[in-house]
């Protein structure tokens, strides 16, 4: 028996772990990694090795491109297997999916799969939850909430002789939107796991949330525009949350861009979210933005725009940008990870906007918040030690290699595989 990696092996991006059981073959994710230039544009995704087709079944971990951006392409190459995943999952991928095609057409990019792909993909689809249990071949698969973005899975794979758990992206903590993830219970030979903050500690997540309160109220009360731009799959959610939590909801709020439809696939699916009340009863108070007219009305008053590209890479947030950016008492949090050769990650760095047709010195107040979905540094030893794996594969990350070591210290057995390497378990 044998895992493959095909991608995410020292890397944020491009995931998909291939299990052959010498019996049955099992993908788990098939994602593209976003990559960028210094400067300018985004440069086309990179894609993970190819896979033969005689697969037994995809596993797809959560909606996210960097898990799902290529699994349209094993049905575009001809794959008519199954693709397990949960129905949030499934709607919120084929919502990012069909953008990625579109940002390919406006880029000029290589197109790996198209939108009759989506439909073939759709009609091999199996929706399973929490709790259930399905069987590939004799290999038996568990199904975990990874506690990351909703319908997010952990799998744990009985395979008869061994016992493997592949972790997908997870939070082992609450927040707002979700609850931390649920332990498999089952014993584990090999963990499978991300690494993303392997060096990194959260800031409290309060005071986080406070001060995104804050700088919220402090705009508002000089009769500013507060941008918050954020991530449209469990970001602009939990951004919702907490301007309820904090009272903010008695100001105009709107909500634009993906987020939108994010939001109504997410609402549809209430037993994943940890509060699915208080987030009906905040979307029911806000204002949904669908068009520029709406747009160039609203940047003339105190207001709070929730909106995507969580990055600043395009979406509603460059129109309002281009209206605000010279404003002093507007403001703009981001409030995720920015990606180097962002525009988000170029604006925090030298205080300028800069895209393809654009060079404006930024005077809003500036403010970086961290709402992270994955686990911090202390949470994923802590994930280890609760798994206790007689081996561990450390994956998803930028210093994979590291923390393994640091858990060999500990005195597992670790290792940080390359990408294409072929490991015995
Ligand atoms: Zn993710
Ligand atoms: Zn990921």
Do not use: W
Not at 367 to 379: P, T, Y
Request: charged share 25%.
């Amino acid at each position: 028996m044998n895992l493959k990696f095909l991608g995410g092996a020292g890397e944020v991006g491009r995931s998909g772990v291939l299990l052959d059981t010498g019996r049955e073959k099992i993908l788990m994710d098939y994602g593209i990694k976003i990559v960028s230039q210094a400067e300018g544009p985004l440069n086309a995704p990179q894609i993970p090795m190819k896979v033969k087709l005689a697969l037994d079944a995809m596993l797809l971990s959560h909606a996210h491109l960097d898990h799902s951006g290529f699994v349209p392409n094993l049905y575009n190459r001809g794959y008519r297997g199954p693709t397990y995943s949960t129905a949030t999952t499934f709607d919120l991928a084929r919502i990012l999916l069909n953008d990625s095609i579109k940002l390919a057409d406006l880029r000029n990019q290589e197109k790996y799969f198209f939108k009759k792909d989506l439909k073939v993909m759709e009609k091999n689809e199996y929706r399973i939850t929490y709790g259930q249990q399905f069987d590939v071949g004799r290999t038996l698969v568990g199904i975990y909430d990874a506690g990351h973005i909703p319908g997010s899975v952990t799998f744990h794979l009985n395979t008869g002789e061994k016992n493997l758990i592949y972790s997908g992206d997870i939070k082992t903590k609450d927040t707002e939107l979700l609850k931390g993830l649920e332990p498999v219970r089952d014993e584990t030979d090999v963990l499978i796991m991300e690494s993303t903050y392997a060096e990194r500690e959260h800031p409290d997540r309060e005071a986080q949330e406070r001060r995104l309160a804050e700088v919220i109220r402090e705009t508002l009360e000089t009769g500013g525009t507060a941008m918050v731009p954020c991530f449209a799959v469990g970001r602009a959610q939990e951004v919702l949350l907490i301007l309820e939590k904090f009272g903010l909801n008695r100001y105009p709020i709107y909500l634009d861009g993906m987020a939108v439809d994010a939001t109504k696939i997410i609402m549809k699916y209430p037993e994943l979210i940890k509060q699915p009340k208080r987030l009906e009863k905040i979307y029911s108070q806000i204002t949904k933005v669908y068009n520029n007219g709406q747009r160039n009305k609203l940047v003339n008053q105190p207001c709070i725009i929730v909106t995507t590209s969580g990055m600043l890479n395009g979406g509603p947030i460059a129109h309002y940008l281009e209206k605000l950016y010279d404003r002093e008492n507007c403001s703009l949090t981001l409030t995720g990870y920015q990606v180097e050769g962002s525009a988000g990650h170029t604006l925090i760095n030298t205080g300028k906007y800069v895209t393809e047709d654009k060079n404006l010195g930024v005077k809003c107040r500036l403010s970086f918040i961290d709402l992270s979905a994955h686990s911090g540094r202390k949470e994923l030893f802590e994930y280890v030690k609760m798994v206790d794996p007689q081996k561990v594969f450390v994956i998803h990350g930028d210093s994979c290699g590291k923390f393994a070591g640091e858990l060999r210290e500990k005195g597992y057995d670790a290792y940080a595989p390359k990408i294409g390497e072929v490991c015995d378990v």
